[in-house]
């Protein structure tokens, strides 16, 4: 068991899954005869959990979950082949994985979550990987990282959390462990910046940097 933990976030950190999930909210909004939403919209929602991207998107919070099960009726099929590694992403984790105990904390569903990583290459750097099903309260609240520490028989001291959107940054915050923001991902690098956060531009960065601090 390494001294140090990291804990990553998916989208937009490791992996562009931009094609799939735009493709599972059409899908869901066509679905209920509703009008399309604009892509720019929904790209600026992802990292969010999907019952509440749907809300901010206009759905009542009373039909989200039948929204949720349109988009991944259309998202299962796809996700797989519609999901890519970030430039650099199979590094980063591999170059950690020689100096931390690795885990996932995403807001996607950990049923999805380990097919896609084992079929990109990276799952086996991974411990545990805790997605929106196995929480009660999803990012920015600190469950979900706890959560992971807990199964990594971990604890606060030398955890990070490497994620792309403010999301992370509260997580990590509210869990009381070490923020590391890339802002190779979906939340623009001027918001990012407002956290005054340890901030790189890749996961790769972040990753070097980590590796270098005792």
């Not at 979950?65 to 988009?71: F, L």
């Amino acid at each position: 068991m390494y001294k140090k933990t990291i804990l990553f976030d998916l989208d937009g950190t490791l992996i562009d899954s931009t094609s799939a999930i735009l493709e599972g909210f059409d899908a869901a909004f066509k679905a209920f005869n509703e009008p399309l939403r604009d892509h720019e919209n929904i790209k600026a929602l992802i990292g969010f959990p999907l019952d509440i991207a749907f809300e901010k998107l206009g759905v009542p919070k009373e039909k989200t979950n039948e929204y949720i099960n349109a988009y991944r009726n259309v998202y299962q099929k796809i996700y797989i082949e519609q999901t890519f590694l970030l430039p650099l992403a199979k590094e980063s984790v591999y170059e950690a994985s020689l100096f931390a105990d690795l885990a996932v904390v995403t807001t996607k569903s950990s049923k999805f979550s380990k097919p896609l990583l084992d079929y990109l290459g990276i799952g086996e750097y991974f411990k545990i990987i805790i997605g929106r099903d196995d929480v009660t309260h999803p990012k920015p609240n600190a469950e979900p990282i706890l959560l992971a520490l807990n199964r990594l028989n971990k604890n606060k001291e030398n955890a990070f959390m490497v994620g792309d959107t403010h999301l992370d940054i509260q997580a990590a915050l509210n869990a009381s462990i070490t923020p590391i923001a890339v802002s190779s991902g979906y939340e623009a690098k001027e918001s990012l910046v407002k956290f005054n956060t340890l901030l790189f531009e890749d996961t790769y960065k972040a990753v070097c940097y980590l590796k270098n601090i005792l």
